[in-house]
């Protein structure tokens, strides 16, 4: 299936007037029940998990800028295969201007973890921060207390029925 090329109304995320549309797009990469995750340990008050992603950049299709993405912020060389999991419209209001993002969601998988978890600075953060410390690991998808919505920004959680469907997980008994 051919990505749309999103060429008109893009606008990066930190120059967007309130209320613009953002393109995004963003890889849940799973190895077998387990999925990568990231958080900012510079800020330690706030430990919730992100999901690998960001802006789409003019002229890219979501696909491509998934795949720039997940490259830029995890470091890794891998690039796996990826299908499209869900798309959607989403008002973020954890940011000072709340926008509405226009969000692909991908899922990826892999047969072996390059590592248990990794830290790396991301160089092009769409917050015009200078580089951001992410650290990475893996989050098992089984255990009831990793799928709470407080543990996610931006409501990276919803999209987690579909997946654990997908890979077909059931939750562990409490």
Known sequence: MTQPVLTRYHVPANEAPEGHLVFKA???????????VMYEPEMPEDSRWWIPG??????????????REFAEETGLQTRPAL???????????ETPR?????RALFHGRISRKPA???????????????SILMRYQWLDLTEPANLLPDRFHLDFQRPLPL???????T????
């Open 163 to 169: 997946l654990r469907h997908r890979l077909g997980l």
């Open 98 to 102: 709340p926008t509405w993002q226009m």
């Open 83 to 93: 299908d499209l999991l869900s798309r959607e419209a989403y008002l973020c209001t």
């Open 26 to 36: 963003y890889v849940y990469l799973t190895c077998e029940r387990d999925l990568l």
């Open 171 to 174: 939750a562990k008994a409490p």
């Open 54 to 67: 960001g802006t789409v950049d003019p002229g890219e299709s979501f696909l491509q800028g998934a795949l």
């Open 116 to 130: 248990l978890s990794w830290d790396h600075y991301e160089h092009h953060s769409s917050r015009g921060e200078g």
